[in-house]
């Protein structure tokens, strides 16, 4: 499953990617989105993860915005069922 995210997102999900495969592939950004492809239960434990992550951020627009791709993912597994 591919989900696109915008380089901002990606700002946040980047320090995520050690501790998870959220990794892009090199040649992924694509008109200033960059596509990660992974199998729905590594997007799962990424979303499980990310919402960890936001629970204990102490800035509320970091939270805002863990929230946000988490919501993001959520849905892209939903509509990918």
Do not use: C
């Amino acid at each position: 499953m591919k989900i696109k995210f915008t380089k901002i997102e990606w700002e946040y999900l980047n320090p995520i990617s050690l501790y998870t495969d959220l990794i892009p592939e090199e040649g992924s950004e694509i008109d200033g989105l960059i596509e990660i492809e992974m199998s729905i239960g590594d997007w799962e434990e990424a979303s499980g993860f990310i919402a960890a992550e936001s629970n204990h951020a102490e800035e509320q627009d970091v939270q805002a915005q863990l929230d946000s791709i988490h919501d993001k993912i959520e849905k892209s597994m939903v509509q990918r069922n």
